[in-house]
């Protein structure tokens, strides 16, 4: 079946540097969303991708989905302490939505 | 205000004590999923609803039961509780865009279940 794997699972983050997560589908995807859980909390939507190679930007958040709709990165600039929380994409396909594992992120002040 | 909610949100039970999690949703939204999250896990898909009494399979639907009778009810009635269903489960809700593609889904605040 239809398997999402992200990596990292976790990411130690100096504030103020950047760094990307990355998620990868063995299947082609229709679309990937991302969604942020911060601890104790509930998975929020974060954005959706649809179209091959397509890149959105919210503030210091960059989403990329890859040529193939197999693949999806988040990148964050410039990391603040609000960032702190597990990053996970989705990746449909048909009418099943499969998680990744999560990138669960601490940021040192 | 739009919102999913889920009852109980902390429960504590035995082996084999049949239980209900409700799940309801005021955004008269079609879709509706049921997860378990785990520890490195992620989370993984129980049961979906597409709309009223059309149910499926997700990844782990074993020892899980669900019914949609009404669009903004989405219950998950687990028969025979045993140990190894201990997780945090949420469930979410969606709309369907024009093209039938599903948008972001709203979660429930969650509901930690431990069977002992």
């Known amino acids: 079946g239809q398997q999402v794997m992200q990596i990292p699972q976790y990411q130690h983050v100096q504030e103020g540097e950047d760094f990307t997560t990355y998620c990868n589908s063995s299947?082609?995807?229709?679309?990937i969303q991302w969604y942020k859980q911060r601890p104790g909390g509930h998975p929020v939507f974060l954005i959706q991708l649809v179209k091959s190679g397509e890149v959105k930007k919210q503030k210091r958040l960059t989403f990329q989905f890859g040529e193939a709709k197999k693949n999806s990165s988040l990148h964050i600039t410039a990391t603040q302490t609000t960032d702190v929380g597990t990053y996970f994409c989705?990746?449909?396909?048909?009418?099943?939505?499969?998680f990744g594992a999560g990138t669960t992120v601490t940021v040192r002040a | 205000e739009a919102q999913v909610t889920q009852n109980p949100r902390y429960l504590i039970t035995v082996t084999g004590k049949k239980l209900t999690v409700t799940c309801s949703q005021n955004m008269n939204h079609e879709y509706m999923s049921w997860y378990r999250q785990d520890p490195g896990l992620g989370l993984r898909q129980i049961y979906y609803s597409m709309n009223v009494e059309v149910t499926d399979k997700g990844d782990v639907p074993e020892g899980y039961k669900v019914s949609r009778k009404e669009k903004r009810n989405f219950p998950l009635i687990l028969e025979s509780p045993s140990p190894n269903q201990t997780s945090l489960y949420f469930c979410a809700s969606s709309s369907t865009s024009v093209a039938g593609a599903y948008n972001e889904q709203f979660f429930g605040p969650g509901t930690r279940l431990t069977v002992l």
């Open positions: 299947t082609t995807l229709s679309n």
């Open positions: 989705a990746g449909r396909s048909d009418y099943k939505l499969s």
